[in-house]
């Protein structure tokens, strides 16, 4: 499973890819020197919100990467946590399925 991670403050952003290899055990692509196949991202807090974005190659890179296609359905868990650590567990989760 693929995982994109974001978070922000009033002076930075960061968006880290993830590989999870079991529930709880998710790593940082880098960390064992891998590519991500995140091409674009940002993530912007205003006073209504915070809104994340990113943009996926369509092809795989790597073994911990997978290709997507038009029309397929994928499920996206979307989280809330106020803290910047990726360990940390998120006070709101929800999981949506969506048709790329």
């Given at each position: 499973m693929y995982l994109v991670m974001g978070w922000c403050n009033d002076?930075?952003?960061?968006?880290?890819a993830h590989y999870v290899f079991s529930p709880g055990d998710y790593r940082a692509l880098s960390s064992f020197g891998e590519k991500d196949n995140l091409q674009k991202h940002h993530v912007m807090r205003t006073d209504e919100g915070t809104a994340m974005t990113f943009t996926l190659a369509k092809k795989s890179i790597n073994d911990y990467t997978k290709s997507l296609k038009i029309g397929q359905n994928i499920f996206l868990t979307l989280a809330y946590?106020?803290?910047?650590?990726?360990?940390?567990?998120?006070?709101?989760?929800?999981?949506?399925?969506?048709k790329l």
């Open positions: 002076s930075s952003t960061k968006v880290v946590s106020n803290h910047k650590d990726f360990k940390h567990h998120s006070e709101f989760r929800k999981t949506i399925k969506i």
